[in-house]
């Protein structure tokens, strides 16, 4: 099989096949951003409750996921300190505290509701704690491949046995 012949060339062992993981690698990358896209896949994602549109599509920084390849596996994942709890979901607690400072927001515009730079005294404010709990919207693919990406890499594969042969 497929398997015996990389084995059997040392060309192949070394470079050829991480051409394809390489490939595989920026394939999933847009797979990740079809799913944001869609809204979760295979299964659709709670939607946000607190904001319109798309869920988890705010800013776009989540759906940017960065790959790392070898001859034999590729990684994805994110740097963003908020990118295991969307995926795992669990529970923020916010913990009581006062602030004596208000922070002036916009009134009118597109950015109603934003912060104004810069702060002044005013009343003060005394927060309850309280917790936040996110639900799982898994984005990135664990335990199995979605079967448009399996389809994809079976062609890839495909492909690359018959250049070999």
């Known amino acids: 099989g497929f398997f015996k012949i990389i084995s059997e060339d040392s060309a192949l062992r070394n470079n050829a096949f991480g051409d394809v993981m390489k490939r595989f690698a920026k394939y999933m990358e847009g797979s990740v951003r079809r799913t944001f896209l869609a809204g979760g896949r295979p299964e659709q994602w709670q939607p946000?409750?607190?904001?319109?549109?798309?869920?988890?599509?705010?800013?776009?920084?989540?759906?940017?996921?960065?790959?790392?390849?070898?001859?034999?596996?590729?990684?994805?994942?994110?740097?963003?300190?908020?990118?295991?709890?969307?995926?795992?979901?669990?529970?923020?607690?916010?913990?009581?505290?006062?602030?004596?400072?208000?922070?002036?927001?916009?009134?009118?515009?597109?950015?109603?509701?934003?912060?104004?730079k810069g702060t002044t005294f005013g009343q003060g404010f005394t927060f309850k704690e309280h917790?936040?709990?996110?639900?799982?919207?898994?984005?990135?693919?664990?335990?199995?491949?979605?079967?448009?990406?399996?389809?994809?890499?079976?062609?890839e594969i495909n492909d690359f046995i018959t250049k070999v042969k």
């Open 131 to 155: 917790s936040i709990t996110i639900p799982a919207r898994p984005y990135l693919p664990e335990k199995e491949l979605l079967s448009e990406d399996w389809d994809w890499l079976r062609n």
């Open 48 to 116: 946000s409750k607190k904001k319109k549109g798309k869920t988890l599509i705010k800013g776009g920084r989540l759906m940017k996921v960065y790959s790392e390849t070898g001859n034999d596996y590729i990684l994805l994942g994110s740097n963003l300190t908020y990118a295991r709890i969307h995926q795992y979901g669990g529970e923020i607690k916010k913990y009581a505290r006062s602030s004596i400072k208000v922070q002036n927001r916009y009134t009118k515009g597109k950015n109603k509701g934003r912060f104004k």
